[in-house]
């Protein structure tokens, strides 16, 4: 996950050359294979729909792509039930699922209006973030913050409280300012925290489980240009200044690199210095070559921490400068499945140290960095971030391999530090877990009764969860 060139390209040569003149064989001397995939067609027909990682399908009996919104508010009473709406398919846990209807918002995309003064766009919720970017830009504007990856949808983004880092920036619903929102029976409603406050406070981070949000104002800010740097430290380092980091920098994260010892500080400030553009992505090379380093050295943390020292050593920093919507998000072409929750701040450097020392003691087969990234509070009843400024932890494990180990050996860590997990990234949370973590989750429950009193929006994993 950490694209830096020089860094990861360095490493992989040190591991390959390392490992040949040792004589050591690797610890790992086959490829492992595809996970097993389920059939294409089920006995009834239907077509198997996956999430992009994998590990997530069914067989819906119907898809559905409404190509306006009138067209959704008329028939949706009308679907096989479930409903459930997909975008990206970047969630992780069991949302999207379902043997009824599986909806898209494909058809409905694009920038509706704009306002100059106010610095705020109206867009489908269809529309794909690595869209946004360049249709702000065009009219002067910018979401200030972006999340790691640029597929998703804006309404996926938002119902599973999809977030960026910065000390003063919220999670992309925190910046959200009016919704639409077409109910079970068709009915659409126009909500913000003025009108209809509490369907526009229970929705705005709603699983899909209030209705369709068909729309979305966004507050944002003028265009700028922005600074990205990225460096390598010391893992210690990085965690003992991360206070620090938080406070100078507008945008800031790191990387901290299993079995290494290492981090790489990412950090993005506003500048008017010309543009630098970043390149190619390498974030694909950069992965492998930690995988090659795993392969090679598994067998032993000692070795594989001096290699990555080694190879890592003197490497200087690198930047890039250019509009901030083509530099905060990127392209993922490597599967994973992952792990991620938000924490109080205070309590966020001590998980990452009991996360680092239980993968580097039980897991060696883990090569993927773990992201550290930093939300401001919001006041959405069902966001993780809820009246709370948080620190992040993920956790990260290639497609192929296992991840169970996640809820076993990571989970109880984040959650014994009072984190609350992503709705998009894999936990084991049930209704009762999350009414404790959530301060206005029995009002947000009564909002979506009242708006879905049959359940036609529920598949069978929310309706252990929301209730």
Request: net charge neutral; charged share 25%; with cysteine.
């Amino acid at each position: 996950m950490i694209s830096r060139r020089a860094m990861f390209m360095t490493l992989g040569a040190v591991a390959v050359t390392g490992g040949a003149g040792a004589g050591y064989v690797g610890w790992r001397a086959r490829e492992t294979p595809e996970p097993p995939s389920p059939p294409e067609v089920d006995a009834q027909g239907r077509l198997l729909w996956r999430n992009w990682s994998g590990i997530q399908s069914s067989y819906p009996a119907e898809r559905w792509a409404p190509a306006t919104e009138e067209e959704l508010a008329a028939a949706i009473a009308r679907r096989p039930l479930p409903v459930r709406v997909v975008g990206s398919g970047h969630s992780f846990m069991p949302l999207v699922p379902t043997v009824g209807t599986l909806m898209t918002l494909d058809g409905i995309t694009g920038l509706i209006a704009h306002d100059t003064a106010t610095h705020r766009a109206t867009f489908f919720a269809g529309t794909r973030l690595g869209d946004v970017g360049p249709a702000l830009a065009a009219i002067g504007q910018e979401m200030p913050n972006l999340p790691d990856i640029n597929k998703q949808s804006i309404g996926g983004a938002i119902a599973t409280g999809t977030h960026g880092t910065g000390r003063n920036f919220k999670a992309i619903h925190g910046e959200v300012t009016g919704l639409r929102l077409i109910t079970a029976s068709g009915e659409i409603i126009d909500c913000s925290a003025q009108v209809r406050p509490e369907v526009f406070h229970s929705a705005r981070v709603g699983l899909g489980a209030f209705g369709v949000v068909t729309r979305v104002e966004l507050q944002n800010r003028p265009l700028t240009r922005i600074l990205k740097r990225t460096y390598v430290a010391q893992l210690e380092d990085a965690i003992a200044q991360w206070p620090e980091l938080i406070a100078k920098h507008r945008n800031v994260e790191f990387y901290a690199v299993p079995f290494t010892g290492l981090a790489a500080v990412i950090a993005c400030d506003e500048t008017d210095r010309p543009v630098q553009p970043r390149g190619p992505d390498t974030d694909a090379e950069g992965l492998m070559s930690l995988k090659q380093l795993r392969d090679l050295f598994g067998f032993s943390n000692r070795a594989r921490r001096q290699m990555a020292q080694s190879a890592m050593a003197n490497l200087p920093p690198e930047e890039a400068v250019d509009e901030g919507w083509k530099l905060l998000s990127n392209d993922r072409p490597i599967r994973f499945n992952e792990m991620e929750f938000h924490l109080p701040l205070e309590t966020q450097m001590q998980a990452l140290r009991e996360v680092m020392q239980a993968i580097e003691t039980h897991r060696p087969d883990v090569f993927f960095p773990i992201e550290v990234r930093v939300i401001e509070a919001d006041d959405a009843w069902l966001s993780p971030f809820f009246g709370r400024l948080s620190g992040s932890i993920a956790v990260h494990t290639w497609y192929k391999d296992e991840y169970q180990f996640l809820h076993e050996l990571i989970e109880p860590i984040l959650r014994r530090h009072g984190g609350r997990p992503h709705w998009g990234k894999l936990n084991t949370l049930k209704a009762m877990d999350f009414a404790a973590l959530y301060p206005r989750w029995r009002d947000a429950m009564d909002v979506r009764r009242e708006l879905d009193p049959e359940g036609r929006f529920l598949n069978d994993y929310l309706k252990t969860v929301l209730s």
